[in-house]
């Protein structure tokens, strides 16, 4: 919960204030004081400004000129033109743009005389995104100079004026520690700032669309090289966040910001990582609570700390993780599992304890209640633990029959078939089936519906040593189950686990199932990756049956938007006029892909 929550393309509808909540100068006792603001010609100017970046510039020598030519003119109003929603839009795209000197330069403006004025510009809502960028800029000093050791006296000094004001920020911050952690926007530019003190910024998205787009993606971080400084910048800013540990825990802007501290620590500082940890732990622990009550309980069911306590558990060493669940969580973890918010951070704990035999603890203690957990729909405990135990065998049969008993397919023995559509759709078997009777006599087929978590259920069943009896339900599917299975977006990654994990007589049998459905699966969007997949994992004389299906039908493959790409990845005109060719290019990657999962495993 570290990435940022909004996207830059959206903050300017929330720049007004709603009636009765205007918001004054930071630093004046009076919340009335009104700030300069931009008048509507100079509005225009820099609307054209964001016109004229969007066209983008042929020659560098030509966009210097512009940018140079434009922060002079912001020059003696930075402050104003930061602050302001369509000046602030402008400046944000001329920094990414500018020499770091004259980041460094509008950086000094934006301070002021002693640096005071950031707290204010920072906790603007469009001041913050200015300050961001500025920040954000300080990755290019080792690049516009080739390297360190290649910088000359001159290039040294302009990454030294922007380096003096970084260091300026992290003085004023710590001064205020409060209230930059506390400001849903100034706590975003904190958040920048510890990055750049640690040396690594995550990519940043161009707008607001590419944000929705890659909502559950995870960023990636760019490593850069920054002045000794900042290390020791970094250090002091950590103890004054460890300082005010009681605001971190509770507020959701401050506890982001600690987790943003222990994300890049763990990247870059792993013993500062530590210690940070050890200390956020200590604190949750030792407060007051109920006789025979750890107060972590407490912690893990509020909405911002648990999310504090998910980091910490990520980057924690096992003897911290035995400790905490030693001494607070032990013979809790079903409570906490069932709780709406705790059940998150339970999660985490089965994810990280997955390879230490703390997992095995863990694991006893949530079978005991294994089936009010499905009951209280905490999926993600259920599939977390399928997971984890890919990595123990002695507990995948436990589990297994834990979730025939759970959907009521365990006994008889005959009803072992039926448990793949009862895991997809996460249905017991009386509700799937349509039947009240205690025996079978009386059963209603039902049709195959498919569930986002009953598919992750099943993908983590496909990896254990024994996959028997989910094999056995999968080919007791009727073809009509086997297309919408293979054709839904979430039935399509199920299937294809259990297609793709299973041997190659296994595979070859069940393909045999599944030759007539060969050109609905090519002429699908979800199928056609669902038979990509298979195709990869297939041997030759498999992929050549594969083939010859679908050849049959080279009119209706060419013509369709998905089977044609099919068509063309799996080389089928080869196939119909270079048999002897395509045999063998067909048999070179196979033994290439052969050799690479041997590798991989």
């Given amino acids: 919960m570290v990435e940022k929550m909004g996207a830059k393309g959206q903050r300017y509808f929330k720049a007004s204030e709603k009636p ?22 100079t509005v225009g100017y820099y609307r054209r400004i964001c016109d004229r970046l969007k066209e983008g510039f042929t020659e560098d020598e030509e966009r210097d000129l512009f940018v140079e030519n434009v922060l002079s003119e912001v020059k003696g109003k930075a402050n104003v033109v930061a602050m302001d929603m369509t000046g602030s839009v402008a400046l944000e795209k001329l920094l990414s743009l500018a020499r770091v000197v004259q980041v460094g330069e509008v950086l000094a403006e934006l301070g002021g005389d002693t640096g005071s004025e950031f707290r204010r510009v920072a906790c603007d809502p469009c001041g913050g995104h200015v300050m961001e960028s500025a920040l954000r800029q300080t990755h290019r000093w080792t690049e516009e100079g080739g390297g360190a050791e290649e910088k000359s006296e001159a290039e040294e000094e302009d990454c030294g004026t922007l380096e003096v004001q970084v260091q300026r920020l992290c003085g004023v911050v710590r001064e205020n520690i409060t209230e930059f952690i506390k400001d849903p926007h100034g706590s975003h530019v904190l958040r920048t700032l510890i990055h750049v003190l640690a040396g690594c910024l995550t990519s940043e998205p161009s707008d607001a669309q590419q944000v929705k787009k890659d909502r559950r993606s995870t960023s990636e971080m760019t490593d850069f090289e920054i002045p000794a400084s900042f290390w020791w910048e970094l250090k002091h800013l950590s103890d004054s966040l460890m300082e005010n540990i009681n605001v971190c825990a509770t507020n959701p802007s401050a506890s982001a910001t600690l987790q943003t501290l222990l994300t890049v620590c763990h990247r870059k500082r792993p013993i500062l990582c530590r210690k940070l940890n050890k200390g956020i732990m200590g604190y949750l622990t030792s407060l007051s609570s109920a006789p025979g009550v750890s107060p972590l309980l407490v912690f893990l069911k509020d909405p911002s700390c648990s999310h504090l306590i998910q980091t910490v558990f990520k980057f924690s060493q096992k003897a911290l993780l035995r400790d905490v669940y030693k001494n607070h969580l032990k013979e809790q973890l079903m409570s906490l599992a069932l709780h709406r918010i705790a059940n998150f951070t339970i999660q985490t704990l089965i994810e990280v304890s997955s390879g230490l035999k703390l997992f095995l603890k863990i694991f006893d203690e949530l079978m005991e209640g294994f089936e009010a957990v499905l009951a209280a729909g905490h999926m993600g405990v259920v599939i977390q633990l399928a997971e984890s135990c890919v990595q123990w065998e002695e507990r995948q049969d436990t589990l297994m029959q834990r979730l025939l008993k759970a959907f009521h397919c365990s006994d008889p023995a005959s009803r072992h078939t039926s448990c793949l559509p009862l895991f997809l759709s996460l249905l017991a078997y009386e509700v799937h089936y349509q039947t009240e009777t205690a025996g079978d006599a009386t059963v209603t087929q039902h049709t195959l519906s498919i569930c986002y978590h009953g598919s992750r259920l099943v993908q983590a069943l496909a990896k254990f040593k024994d996959r028997s009896i989910l094999m056995n339900s999968l080919h007791a599917l009727s073809s009509a189950d086997l297309r919408t299975l293979g054709t839904d977006s979430a039935g399509s990654h199920a299937l294809q686990a259990l297609v793709t994990s299973a041997s190659d007589k296994g595979r070859g049998k069940f393909l045999r199932k599944l030759e007539e459905l060969y050109i609905p699966l090519a002429c699908s969007r979800c199928g056609s990756r669902l038979l990509e997949a298979v195709w990869n994992s297939a041997t030759v004389s498999q992929r050549q ?35 002897s060719a395509w045999l063998e290019v067909q048999t070179g990657e196979s033994k290439k892909l052969k050799m690479f999962r041997d590798i991989l495993e």
């Fill in 20 to 41: 009765g909540k205007k918001r004054g100068a930071q630093g004046s006792g009076d919340g009335a004081v009104k700030r300069a603001r931009l008048d509507a010609m």
């Fill in 545 to 579: 049956s594969i083939a010859e299906k679908l050849v049959s039908s080279e009119n209706q493959l060419r013509s369709d938007q998905f089977a044609r790409h099919v068509w063309a990845k799996f080389g089928l005109t080869h196939f119909t006029k270079r048999r």
